[in-house]
Every structure is written in C-alpha cells, then in structure tokens.
C-alpha cells in the first residue's frame, strides 16, 4: 500500500493522530488504539506530564522499573533502581552486589569532573597569527562575553575552566576549534555548555571582524561551522573496584578459588584484546549502566556514546573493565567515563525519576557517577562469572521457561511443576508446549 505525506500532523490532537495512523497504517483496524490507550495513566496530570517530555506522543511505553539490593558502595548501602527490560540483569547485579558485601564492598574513586565542548571554524588565517589574536585578545572576550550565562553556574562552584584554540588545519584545510572545559557541578550542564559555545561561536565572529591584524580577505573567510559540546568526555572518569583475597574468591559453581581468579581473569584480557569480545563484554557492562542511568532520568544514548568512544581511544576498541591476580589478590575495577546529572532535565519533573534519586539517599552528580561505575562493574562481574563457570544460559532460560509458560496461562503450581522437570533438562519452546500439553491431560 502506497502512504501519502502528513501535513502538520504535531498540531493534529493526539486523537486525530492516533485516526490518521489506523487509517493510514493498520488498515482502519480500531483494535489498536486500545493498545495505545491501555497504557494511558489514568492520572490526567500525570498523563500530561509525559506526554510533554516529547513530541507528537500517541502513548507511554512502559520499561519494568526493579531494584538490585545490597550495593555495599564506599562504605554505604545501597539499593539501586534499575529500569530495564532485559531479563537477568537485575537479577545478576543483586547477586554481584551480595557477592561482594561481606568482602569490603566497592570502593569508588572520582577521577575527574572536567566536561568539554567545541566552537568549530573555518578561517584562512596563519595558524601563528590567530594564536596570538587568541592569547591576548580573544581568550579574555570570550570570558567576559558568557560572564551573564556562567553567573549561576560560578555561584554553585562550576563555570568555565579554559578555553583552548586548537588547530586542526593539518587534518582539514582552515579549521581550528576554541575547545572549552567546563565545570557543570550537579548538572549534566549540556544546556549550560551549548549556551556558552553559542555564545563564543557569537564572540569570535565580532572579535574578528575588529581585529586589525587580518586582512578583509583574512575576516572574510571565517565560518562558525557549529557550536556543541562533546558528549566525549575522558577527563569526567570514575574508577570503581572491588578486591579481596584469592583465597577468599569462594564461588558456588564448584571450582576452586585459583581456578575461578585465572579463569575468569583471562577472559578480561580476552576482552582487553580482542574488539569482538570487548563489544559483548562492554555491552554487559552497560546493561548495568544505562539501567541506572535511565531510572535516574539521564541520558543513556550519551552515555553509551562516551563509553564505546573511550574504549577505543588507544586505536583499538577494548575492554573497559580490568583485571589482576597478583600477591594473592583478585582485583578487579572499572574505568568508566560518564556525564550525568542530579539536577534540571527530568530529574526534578519525572516522579519516578526523583523516587530514584531519593532512593539514593539525593546523591551529588560524582556521588551518581561512582553508583553507575558500580553498577557496570558489577554487571560485567556476574557476566563473567556465570560464562567462565555455568555458563550464561542456565539463569537465562529459567526466565525463558517462565516466558512460554506466562503466554500459556500456566498455574504457580504448574510453573513450580516445570522448575523441577527442567532441572537437568534443555529449556526448548517444543518440550515446554509438550509436557505442558501432557500435564494438562493428565
Ligand atoms: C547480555 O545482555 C550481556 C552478556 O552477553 C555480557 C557478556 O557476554 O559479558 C551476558
């Protein structure tokens, strides 16, 4: 079926858009908008709400919001709130978390806080020249031109750090970036950062037509290309870790400590060595990760950005987790470079976002940055504990047997039933159907 273009469909109501798709798209089937609507909050105020964090929003799609006790972190016990869809993920980071209470928890080290952004431009101008403008002119303008915009920001301890001119005319014909660092406290600041380099992007542009050293020629060539912050952020690092004994490694699959510390350090240098596994590996990680960062109301498509780019900032993507086993001791930690925010954005509008944050005892934005560095940790600990032990499907296909049974209609009693025949048993969609079948004739 051939579809025609929608004009203004973000002024249609959400009634008229929801009657435009059926019509357009599912065949004038009216079943459908009852599936839009069941997910409807009864609650008009609260309905709104969500529906204002976007655009053109026909319904709500619910992630199941859980909770992964036990997170003994920096001497402070924690229960984090994780919103995922993932089977075993929360199940993994509760088992990670209980693992590793009686051993001295996870210890977390902010490493550094500093964000960055980029003015970048075009200007044919002798790269010595326009550092000179740069040091003795421009550098101070441009603090002054966002004092207005920095005021709030400097009263609450952050503000600009420094501004850099950066060239990169041997990578591209006349382009140069003012790169700035910022200090954006409790914020994620992405608001804060891209006001500020609109307003360089401004500065620079008047500052050089006043500049008496460049040619008509020289002003006339500059191009603000964009102003944007980077969502690489290598110098916003959190350290989290967690050590103990060898002797002490005591895990339940029935190998022993060594074993356990040798196996499962090598499949850290496996991930550190090998871009395939690190992929998997650090998708693992993030599972953890970005479950906490969306329940805490952050951006998780920023936070992904900065890991992948800083697993690979040696040339080579690797692992973001490390792992040693010397003089005894199992250490095992994390590096994780993460941007996130306890102030503006959602967390001050979305209510489970501040039941989140209230949870977490209000934490400060380093303070969310050593929990969700633990969370990955953790996540990639139980990963690689069950691959170099039992095996990953094991915990896996109990939820998948609970998945088929849940689309049969399945009884408590008659899922108990199929706990205890699976037991030493593969988990397939044919012998569940069977046996189901079976059980129910009897
Ligand atoms: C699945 O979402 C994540 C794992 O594949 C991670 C890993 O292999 O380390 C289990």
Redesign the pocket.
Known sequence: MNHSPVEGFSKLSKQRKIDWLIKEYLSEDRSYEQVLQQYWNGDHTLQKLHEEFSENTISNFYMPYGIAPNFLIDGKLLALPMAVE?SS?VAAASKAAKFWIDKGGFKTTIINTKKLGHTHFILNVEPHKLQHFFNFKLKKRLFEATEEITKNMRNRGGGILNIRLIDKTADLENYFQLKASFDTVDSMGANFINSCLEQFGKTLTEEVQKEESFTQEEKDSLQIVMNILSNFTPDCIVRAEVSCKIEDLKDDSGISNEEFATKFKRAVTIAEIEPFRAT??N??IM?GVDAVVIATGNDFRATEACAHAYAAKDGKYSSLTHCTTDNGIFRFWIDLPISVGVVGGLTNLHPLVKFSLALLGKPSAQELMSILAVSGLAQ?FG??RS?VTTG?QKGHMKMHLFNILNQLGATEEEKNHFVTYFKDKTVTHHEVITEFNKLRNR
Do not use: D, F, Q
């Open positions: 993932e993920v998997t590996h998708k693992g599972n990639n990963a690689l691959l990953i």
